[in-house]
């Protein structure tokens, strides 16, 4: 027979608990250690046995609490720790930093205007292999202190210089991406829309040697020579409608700026790119500005191979370029894979090995 009580019949109250609690702690100080683990493992964060390896923690947000100097002084820092503390070989680090920082800077344009673009910076500094690490917030508070003014090679040049002497490195480099825009006009109906440009400026020292370096995506279109023969025998010699095809193509424009030249304004460089291939996708279309861009493309059929040696070409004949590499990728329609150049000229850009994802990076979607 079951024999019910009122304590078995009813909710236990907080009073209860915490006489059930003085009850364990009365019987946990005279028992020993190991009984006590043995009924469970966190009784002794209950009964205070092992309080130093169970410390009683504030467990709210200190809003008012002040970092005084000898605070802050105290606190821990493993990257700027001893050697002892590098884990793996203890090698030079080429690059370290950080990448996708972002902010608002403001830029110059050809006509005198300015410009402020969202802004992807990446920054890195070289590491000695006897040192632990960098303090990567170092780099974003130097970018910050510059970010307020109309930016320029020489504002970045600033900008490095500042977290070089920070961090006590003795190569960096800055690298800042961002979509620039241009007004184009239509090719026949007095249309005009905005062209964006992927843009990276890069300023790279290494040994002691600065260089300003341009990074441009440009995008056209690009008519196969041989679709466009093939399609014009089948009209003259059968009478069989044919088209060539002809596919979305980007070239990525890398130039070394040649120091103490005029400026290479970014429209510049994207008018130089416009010459060399003039089949640049458009913006604003109506009927008569795709007919024309039909003919364009007629008049101006290449090979990947033409497009490389046509930028190349235009990139030689300007005296405020130095080094250069232009890649090049034709999305093809008729084919399943793509058509890829690398032209480089000079040792900037000169490279045994290619990023693997190199060309994947050149895809640009509507």
């Given at each position: ?115 402020t673009l969202e802004t992807s910076v990446t ?52 690298q800042m991406r961002f979509s620039f825009p ?6 026949r109906s007095g249309l005009s829309g905005y ?172």
């Open positions: 027979m079951n024999i019910h009580t009122p304590m078995q019949d009813r909710e236990p109250t907080r009073e209860d608990a915490a006489e059930a609690l003085a009850l364990l702690r009365r019987w946990a100080r005279q028992s020993g250690a190991q009984e006590v683990d043995t009924l469970h493992p966190g009784i002794g964060a209950l009964t205070g046995r092992n309080a130093g390896a169970y410390p009683d923690l504030a467990r709210d947000y200190p809003s008012d609490f002040q970092v005084t100097p000898a605070y802050k002084a105290a606190l821990p820092d493993l990257q700027n720790g001893p050697a002892s503390l590098i884990r793996g070989a203890r090698q030079q680090i080429q690059h370290v930093g950080i990448s996708n920082f972002r902010l608002p800077i403001r830029f110059h344009t050809r006509d005198n205007g300015d410009l920054g890195t500094v070289s590491l000695e292999a006897e040192k632990k690490g960098i303090n990567m917030s170092r780099i974003m508070r130097t970018f910050y202190r510059h970010a307020e003014e109309t930016f320029s090679f020489e504002v970045i040049e600033a900008a490095l210089d500042a977290y070089k002497t920070d961090l006590d490195s003795f190569d960096a480099r800055i241009v007004k184009v006009d239509s090719l062209q964006y440009y992927d843009i990276a400026l890069e300023l790279v020292e290494q040994d002691g040697v600065r260089k300003k370096i341009v990074h441009l995506d440009f995008v056209y279109s690009s008519t196969c020579p041989c679709s466009l023969e093939l399609s014009e025998h089948a009209r003259r010699e059968r009478g069989q409608l044919a088209t060539p095809h002809s596919q979305r193509s980007v070239a990525r424009v890398s130039v070394e700026l040649a120091e103490d030249a005029p400026c290479l304004w970014f429209e510049d460089l994207i008018d130089l790119c416009r010459r060399a291939v003039p089949t640049e996708t458009q913006v604003m279309v109506k009927r008569e500005d795709e007919q024309a861009f039909a003919e364009l493309n007629a008049a101006n059929p290449i090979f990947v191979e033409d497009a490389a040696r046509l930028f190349c070409a235009e990139l030689l004949g300007d005296a405020r370029v130095g080094d250069f590499r232009v890649v090049a990728s034709h999305q093809e329609s008729l084919h399943s894979h793509d058509a890829v150049s690398v032209l480089t000229e000079g040792p900037t850009f000169a490279a045994e090995s290619l990023d693997p994802r190199l060309f994947n990076s050149l895809y640009h979607v509507g």
